[in-house]
């Protein structure tokens, strides 16, 4: 059950001027975030509030050391708030301060820090003329916005009508911000992260690397000594939807020069372990990196899909600019389809020959794709993504599971230019459901053509057969 404001916040006491606390001897270094919501505590609603947060005061040399998750009920954000000032430098406290009656957050930093609320007659002036820049009137439960403990301050928000504040909780600096992230990334920018102290004898500074067609535990043998937890920079991995991400961080003394110089030959040693796998650095996706090494080259691709049904495509154009370099594609769900619109030979789809999923159709998916769609490159797509269709083994045919795949591509790029087509066949064994297998086989797809462009071909994870021809 929600708790009522105190009495503090129905009839908020004359304002005195804004003052802050003591100013800190001590610089800034670790962070406490704090995200308040029925919605979230109840599963209803994603918090990528806390994970900007953690990324972006890395940046800033400020290391998360908790995020905590609490409802809309003013003693567990009070006892959050209070836990949470003997563990970090920082707390960032996001959401909680709308206007109604579950807003509670205002409230619990005033409990928090023993204070009352007052009524901020500068927060309530941009409230107004937020609205009135809308052609709308204030309404009576906004003005509750304007409140803030008498020894913190209101952070202006030009982006919504919810006002940030700033506090402090025994030795730990609170920046309460609004949940919204198109209201709560500006105010960190332009409030929040210009009043913290830094150490300026000290840096961190992070590095991410992300690899596609190995196991997790494959790269971390393969890392060995560079995963020691006492070494540094430190290096770690994470794994998510088949992506395989390096995290490094230097933590210590000396500039940022010093901590990027590290962190370059880190990233240099790892690249040299699997670099045929490491494929972006940052935030560049799979799908992203591909498609701008293709228009750099000014090659294109086009795509022929039978189990992944437009999986591959659809991954491709979610890309700004994907029409650079992609083509478009072929979905060939049918046998049918398979003959008409890329030219298979229909003796390999007909009782006898090696059926539609195979690596003769997936050549042929490839080829003819090229051809047809006039492409540099063709990837083609054939299996089985379940959770039916497993063919059992049979006269002149081994036995088909589910999540067998074959992949195709075709290139006419670079050494094939000259005469026919080169082309590629691997074939899968990916587990797990549906959704998993034909999302293994789009990634998988997309990482066969990266390694042709950079030209270090390697195994890819869950490859049982590959072939090569002219």
Not at 68 to 79: E, F, G, K, R, S
Not at 134 to 157: D, E, F, H, Y
Not at 411 to 439: H, L, N
């Amino acid at each position: 059950m929600h708790q009522s404001p105190s009495s503090s916040a129905a009839s908020p006491a004359p304002a005195p001027a804004p003052r802050d606390t003591a100013p800190r001897a001590l610089p800034h270094r670790t962070l406490a975030i704090l995200s308040i919501g029925d919605e979230l505590t109840l599963g209803q609603t994603l918090d990528t509030n806390g994970k900007w947060l953690s990324a972006r005061f890395a940046e800033a040399g400020v290391i998360t050391v908790e995020r905590c998750t609490v409802p809309d009920d003013l003693d567990a954000q009070v006892q959050a708030l209070q836990r949470l000032a003997t563990k970090a430098d920082v707390i960032v406290c996001s959401g909680g301060l709308g206007p109604t009656k579950d807003d509670l957050t205002r409230e619990a930093l005033a409990r928090a820090m023993d204070d009352t609320l007052v009524e901020d007659p500068i927060a309530l002036a941009q409230i107004e003329a937020w609205y009135m820049a809308r052609g709308r009137t204030m309404g009576p439960l906004n003005r509750l916005q304007a409140l803030r403990p008498s020894r913190a301050v209101a952070l202006a928000n030009p982006h919504g009508t919810a006002p940030g504040i700033a506090g402090r909780v025994q030795h730990a600096d609170v920046f309460c911000v609004p949940g919204p992230p198109k209201e709560m990334m500006p105010m960190i920018e332009s409030q929040v992260l210009p009043r913290l102290m830094y150490d300026q004898s000290r840096s961190v500074r992070t590095r991410t690397l992300h690899c596609f067609g190995l196991a997790e535990s494959d790269l971390a043998q393969r890392l060995g000594s560079l995963m020691d937890r006492s070494r540094n920079p430190l290096v770690g991995t994470t794994a998510s939807g088949g992506i395989i991400s390096c995290r490094l961080r230097y933590e210590g003394p000396g500039p940022a020069a010093h901590a990027d110089a590290l962190l370059d030959e880190t990233a240099r040693e790892i690249r040299g372990i699997a670099g045929e796998y490491v494929f972006s650095e940052g935030a560049a996706t799979l799908p992203g990196v591909l498609l701008e090494a293709l228009r750099t080259r000014g090659h294109t691709l086009a795509t022929c899909e039978s189990c992944t049904a437009g999986m591959l495509a659809a991954m491709l154009t979610d890309v700004p600019g994907s029409s650079a370099a992609y083509a478009g594609g072929l979905v060939t769900y049918s046998n049918s389809l398979k003959v008409q619109l890329a030219g298979v030979d229909a003796k390999l789809l007909a009782e006898g020959g090696p059926g539609a999923v195979s690596s003769e159709v997936a050549r042929e998916l490839a080829l003819g794709t090229l051809r047809r769609l006039a492409s540099t490159h063709a990837l083609s797509i054939t299996g089985i993504a379940g959770p039916g269709g497993a063919v059992p083994a049979a006269a002149g045919r081994p036995a088909k599971p589910v999540g067998l795949v074959c992949i195709g591509l075709a290139s006419i790029d670079g050494e094939a230019s000259a005469g026919a087509p080169a082309c590629e066949v691997r074939t899968f064994a990916f587990g797990g459901d549906r959704a998993t297998i034909r999302e293994w086989a789009s990634k998988s797809a997309m990482a066969m053509l990266w390694q042709r462009l950079i030209g270090r071909r390697a195994p890819l994870l869950r490859e049982v057969v590959a072939e090569v021809a002219g």
